[in-house]
């Protein structure tokens, strides 16, 4: 739409959920796209990354990508497969991952689809293609084009955006954007997704100093994180237990980085202590053998060492003087899959470190099925699990999950260690919004949990007076003085998304009674059990079967 007399954003994803960032800013005649994320998690969700986008891709004239996430970058292939040929503006660092990063992520497209086509075969059902394929993602990467933190660069005479560093992943970004219109200047600032102040690696989040408007991430709005010191600590007395019991250490997380950052606190906390028991846990964990098991890891190593300029001052000048804190012994990368099930079939007690963070994908549940069984093995988290996947079931304490149509029981050790999130929690988002020194005339909360979210709007209102709004998805807010919404979803859209929703419900209910059946066979062969409470399993399920009937009749 040329001519646009007010400036206008819509929100096209993270809405009340933390994956699928999109979002589109229309001003001074110009369309940007900001992220263009994979949703992760619920079936109705994934579902979603098969729509059509809601805007029109010839109209699009600029991309922004805030970092390399899939859940911020891993439709940008679908983008590219539909016809969008703009650039894709972003830190080399991020356009460095994304090289590595989409196009893993087309093959994973490839592989679940396969399986997808497999069972609709048997079902006499025609085949579907995969939402792109690991050449759209390599293709679309020639549309990139990288910049630098801190420039200020000019999209159109009347638009210029600048990178800053978000701290939260190599190459993140905070960024600004500042449209002129109608003889006005107005400043949106999107968060993307903020670090840790305290991320030993990388150097804290920008403060920035003046917006108009804040797009801002609420990941942990509700919640704070432990000190660096106690997940250290923690973090060493798990494993060193595990490997006491013969057990595997299983990590889900892509990130080689997060690992680097736990041994680099380790490392640094070992330079202060003394005491005989730290030392021996210490010891045996530099000792133990730490594979790292993705096709991805050298590459992804190799990244972070073509980018140390981005890491904080100390790190760098630790590496400078020959102690580098990428490289610690023991490390071993497996590329292949067959040097993946080879660590399925190693009886030396190891730490396995492997993607997805969140066991929705990849080799990580072939190592959870070989796992998840054994009561001396620890399955580690240290990043946010969104509802829905098979990481976030694992750390509400399911006994038994599915993984590749079989059922698994959970008598591994399941820790959660939440300070290792590379977000930042509830008070570093609260001192990100307080470091403006003119403050944000309103502020959208995205990225987050709608309980998280709601308890993060009430402490910006408490203490800083400024109006907060949660956006519901194809929300678009006119930028002016007054906030105002009109909503994009058509009424086709929303009796599709309610379809959705339905067709999610029932392959929930037939995965419970799947369940449930099992259990109850468990129970009614159970010499232990009495007469009584057999007849009570019964009645129970009559009052089930009658549910049903009335449902379908």
Sequence with gaps: MKGLKIMNITFL???????????????????????????????????ENYSDFLFDINEIDFMLLTHAHIDHSGRIPKLYVDGYRGPIIATKATCDLCSIMLPDSGHIQEQENEWQNRKRKRKGLPELPPLYTAQDAIDCL?????????????????????????GHMLGSSIIEIWVNENGEEKKVVFSGDLGNSDMPLLDSPTMIETADYLVMESTYGGRLHIRND?????????????????????????????????????NNLKEHRTDKEFLEKYD?????????????????????????????EDVRKQIESGDNPLEFPGLQFTQTAEESKALNENTTPSIIISASGMCEVGRIKHHLKHNLWNPNSTILFVGYQAPGTLGAKLVAGEKKVKIFGE???????IEYIEGYSGHAD??????????????????????GEPEGQKVLK?????????PVTIPEYGED???DDKISVESKVNMYDKHRYLRLEVIDRLSTLKEELEDMSSMIKDDIFDEDKKDEEIMAINEKIKELEQQIVKTIS
């Design 13 to 47: 994803g993270a809405t009340k959920t933390v994956t699928g960032s999109n979002f589109l800013l229309e001003g001074a005649g110009k369309k940007i796209i900001v992220d263009c994320g994979l949703y992760q998690g619920k079936a109705k969700e994934e579902r």
């Design 426 to 447: 509830q008070e570093g988002l609260l001192n990100f919004v307080y470091s403006f020194i003119t403050k944000p005339k309103h502020i959208f909360l995205v990225h």
């Design 477 to 479: 807010y006119k930028l």
């Design 458 to 466: 009430e402490k910006l209102l408490e203490t800083t007076d400024i």
């Design 284 to 312: 045996k964990l530099m000792k133990a053998p730490v594979y790292v098991d993705s096709p991805l890891a050298i590459s992804a190593t190799q990244i972070f060492r073509q980018n140390t300029e981005l890491f904080d």
């Design 407 to 413: 059922e698994v029981a959970v008598n591994a050790r």
């Design 142 to 166: 020639k549309i990139f084009k990288p910049v630098k933190y801190d420039e200020i660069i000019e999209l159109s005479p009347e638009i210029h955006v600048r990178f800053n560093d978000a």
């Design 230 to 266: 106690e997940k250290a600590e923690l973090f060493l007395n798990i494993v060193a237990e595990t490997l006491d019991k013969g057990g595997n250490v299983v990590i889900p997380s892509f990130a080689v980085g997060r690992t680097q950052e736990i041994l680099y606190e380790l």
